[in-house]
């Protein structure tokens, strides 16, 4: 999910391209401003932790552009573009590291296992929101 800064800083377009050159295949994919429970409930396992009230006031800012994501190892090689969760410590080449400064405003968030992806597509998605079809290169990628 690209968060607000992302979007207001016009990143959008740049990170979608890396995602499908990377021959991930993005399946959903939506512009929508998070409401509080939706970003609450987004971001629980971080409830108790002093920078909740600040994560979720900035992730409901503005718009974020949720997606869902399919391919081979997609959640560690998703999180392996995103970079390090503080872009000062996220390598160039990563998105975090090519984009940001801040680790509160660190442009995108990744899901981190196969059941947290499963709560969040969820959350931001209904079933009848996620395409099926096959990308050209599949053959080549695979
Ligand atoms: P994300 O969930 O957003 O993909 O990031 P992540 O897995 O790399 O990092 P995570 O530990 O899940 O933290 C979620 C977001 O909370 C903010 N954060 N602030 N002030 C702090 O110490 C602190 N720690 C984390 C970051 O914006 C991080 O992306
Ligand atoms: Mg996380």
Redesign the pocket.
Known sequence: ?I?PDGVQRGLVGRIVQRIEAKGLKIVAMKMRTLPQDVAREH?A??SQ????G??VS??TSGPSVPMVVEGKDAISEM?KM?G???PTKAQPGTI?GDFGL?????V?????SPESAKREIALHFGEAELSSYTRIDEAWLY
Do not use: Q, V
Not at 49 to 52: D, L, Q, W
Not at 102 to 106: A, I, Y
Not at 108 to 112: C, E, L, P, V
């Open positions: 999910m968060k971001y396992e971080h932790k002093p920078f909740f600040d994560l900035f992730i999180r995103n390090a969760t503080n975090r801040d680790m509160g405003r660190n995108i968030h990744g899901s981190d």
